[in-house]
Antibody, heavy 120, light 108 residues
């Protein structure tokens, strides 16, 4: 069955960096676009970033553009999110989510999430 | 950026009742709208995509309708496991992909 498992969350000071990872299994990873979506405490869902199946196409929310970088390794079935210059408003649970078959932009499977807390 | 507005923020209903959730877009998204269910501590679950297509394994009591700017998610008869937060999301002319603020369906 499809599994997405995030890791790498934790407590980090403002201005510092953190790298999240997402390990995928149960589907042909190299044929699907993958997204990062986050949820701040007490808030709704916010799309963060997207990478196409082969890594050639990437998109970012304005709130993270220039600070976050999405990447993938299809040989290892892993997705990463490098987060630099972290701010208090980046505090959230971060989910990786897989594109629906044939339709980029719908999230048909999600991981359980990893919590990032930006605080001094 | 397309803004999605969900109403009401909270819906208080009893098991067995019908739930009607609304999502309004700031501009037309055609039928490029999805609905997700989210329970605390769990991964969100895709319910409906392209406004009216049920995702794999979603019970028939969930249905979606609408096009353009006005959309509805209907749960025909609430089961105990349906009490959760529901989000709409659009993929028209992205990035960015955007979500509504959510509707919490709570037990009355």
């Amino acid at each position: 069955q499809v599994q997405l498992v995030e890791s790498g969350g934790g407590v980090v000071q403002p201005g510092r960096s953190l790298r999240l990872s997402c390990a995928a299994s149960g589907f042909t990873f190299s044929t699907y676009g993958i997204h990062w979506v986050r949820q701040a405490p007490g808030k709704g869902l916010e799309w963060v970033a997207f990478i196409s199946h082969d890594g050639s196409n990437k998109h970012y929310a304005d709130s993270v553009k220039g600070r976050f970088t999405i990447s993938r390794d299809n040989s290892k079935n892993t997705l990463d999110l490098q987060m630099n210059s972290l701010r208090a408003e980046d505090t959230a649970v971060y989910y990786c989510a897989k594109d629906h078959p044939g339709i980029s932009g719908w999230f048909d499977y999600w991981g359980q999430g990893t919590l990032v807390t930006v605080s001094s | 950026e397309i803004v999605l507005t969900q109403s009401p923020p909270t819906l208080s209903l009893s098991p067995g009742e019908r739930a009607t959730l609304s999502c309004r877009a700031s501009q037309s998204v055609s039928n490029y709208l999805a609905w997700y269910q989210h329970k605390p501590g769990q991964a969100p679950r895709l319910l409906i995509y392209d406004a009216s297509y049920r995702a794999t394994g979603i019970p028939a009591r969930f249905s979606g309708s609408g096009s353009g700017t006005d959309f509805t998610l209907t749960i025909s008869s609430l089961e105990p496991e349906d009490f959760a937060v529901y989000y709409c999301q659009q993929r028209s002319n992205w990035p960015p992909l955007t979500f509504g603020g959510g509707t919490k369906v709570e037990i009355k």
